[in-house]
């Protein structure tokens, strides 16, 4: 396995417009690689493989941003179109039905493409090389029973919500990561075979789909996207049966939650609702993203290699800290769009954990950035499978760590406060179980 990650990470340097390295026939090995990892990768402490996160960034990206874009713009747009020297992001954003056509097909078969297919590789060989170091030791106990009767009240403070109940403006961007974090809990009972944990785990999903009418879900459904991969892989349903329906439960839970939320796609194919839905969501969105990411690739770089170090620092200790977010600006300088229409749409971009550091630090930015990100997710495998309190904590912050779509001053500060909010609850939590374990005894 290994051994096929290194000759594929060597391969990525020859042309991919030969007989021999095509782009799907070079998809298709990397897929082959993945998908090796995923089903031979075993337990990790008391998890299943998958769910460390090298290997859930790994398949994620493959997936979302590799496989579905290219498919999609094959079956349904008639293949890729490349781009010509010089060709700015604006001459495709035309008036008009086909103008998400345009960026769409010109996103795959690009040399974003390949960097991201690249970033996949390193994200596999990292995986491998902590395989040694990832002990198949039990995770210790965790109070999932607390953290169901908290997410059940949560859910039920929501529906109050839905109906009137006035909640502090400062309390409501609270809410998603607590939630997560109770999931978290209660899926590591489930994993362990807890009496009741199967119930009270669904309980808890219907629980956060109390979220959807109130928006900013994205971190919640990507973490009930990763756990049901986990409980399918780690299944003993026959491959083909267990491949199948994770593809499926990705479908569902992210068509099912932008259908909620949005209930439309630019899009126009034929088929239902749900079917276009599927194609702006799991195809387009991304495909926009790699055409943006393009026009970084191709642009002038910055001289700032380490522009991100001030990213981790919290605004309660620096009021006066610069945005970080930066989607609308990269909305008209990498993707095409006006200013006009970004100011009335709202509309952001992305150019993933790649763009930002090429465009802010050239070659060095991004190979100084690249190795940050090894860092954190080889440091977060190692909690994953040493620590029960150290599991859920990477557990609950697993979806800001494996959220490739983000800048990457964005991403080191999110994981930087989500993971210190994540500790801090969770400590809390078992110390309030102990004391009461303690005080019963």
């Not at 599991?391 to 490739?404: E, K, N, Q, R, Y």
């Not at 800048?407 to 400590?427: C, E, Q, S, Y």
Request: with cysteine.
């Amino acid at each position: 396995m290994l051994g096929l990650v290194v000759v594929l990470a060597a391969a990525s340097v020859l042309p991919l417009d030969t007989v021999v390295w095509g782009w799907w026939a070079f998809r298709g090995l990397v897929a082959v690689a993945v998908l090796a990892g995923v089903l031979r990768g075993g337990r990790c402490g008391d998890v299943p493989a998958i769910l460390v996160p090298p290997l859930t960034m790994a398949v994620l990206v493959m997936l979302l941003y590799v496989l579905a874009p290219a498919a999609a713009v094959d079956l349904l747009l008639g293949g890729p179109v490349a781009m010509t020297a010089g060709e700015p992001a604006s001459w495709v954003r035309r008036l008009g039905a086909l103008e998400d056509f345009e960026t769409a097909v010109r996103a795959v078969a690009s040399p974003a493409e390949l960097w991201v297919l690249r970033f996949v590789l390193g994200c596999l060989l990292l995986a491998q090389l902590m395989r040694p170091f990832l002990p198949q030791a039990t995770v210790s106990w965790a109070p999932w029973r607390l953290a169901v009767m908290l997410g059940l009240a949560i859910g039920g403070l929501n529906l109050a919500r839905r109906f009137g109940l006035p909640l502090p403006e400062a309390a409501a961007p609270l809410l998603p990561p607590l939630m997560i974090l109770c999931l978290a809990m209660a899926f590591l009972a489930l994993l362990r075979r807890r009496p009741w944990a199967w119930p009270a785990y669904g309980a808890l999903i219907l629980a956060a789909l109390t979220f959807l009418p109130f928006g900013g879900i994205k971190f919640l459904f990507l973490t009930l996207v990763v756990q049901m991969l986990a409980l399918l892989i780690d299944s003993r349903l026959p491959v083909w049966l267990r491949l199948g329906a994770s593809v499926a439960a990705i479908a569902v839970v992210l068509g099912g939650a932008y259908l909620a939320t949005r209930g439309h796609s630019r899009i126009v194919t034929s088929g239902t609702d749900l079917q276009r839905v599927l194609v702006g969501k799991l195809a387009y969105r991304q495909a926009e993203t790699m055409f943006c990411l393009n026009h970084v690739l191709r642009g002038e770089s910055g001289d700032q290699p380490l522009y991100f170090l001030a990213a981790p620092v919290p605004r309660l200790l620096w009021p006066d800290k610069p945005s970080l977010s930066n989607g609308g600006d990269h909305a008209v300088r990498y993707c095409g769009r006006f200013p006009d229409d970004v100011a009335v749409g709202n509309h952001s971009a992305s150019i993933t954990l790649l763009g930002e550091p090429y465009s802010r630090g050239g070659g060095m930015g991004l190979t100084l950035s690249m190795i940050v990100v090894g860092g954190v997710l080889s440091v977060s495998g190692l909690l994953l499978a040493r620590s029960g309190a150290g599991a859920v904590v990477v557990l609950a912050t697993l979806p800001w760590i494996v959220d490739f779509d983000q800048d990457f001053a964005m991403w080191l500060a999110n994981i930087t406060k989500f993971g210190l909010a994540a500790t801090v609850t969770t400590i809390l939590i078992y110390a309030a179980c102990r004391r009461r374990k303690t005080i019963q005894e």
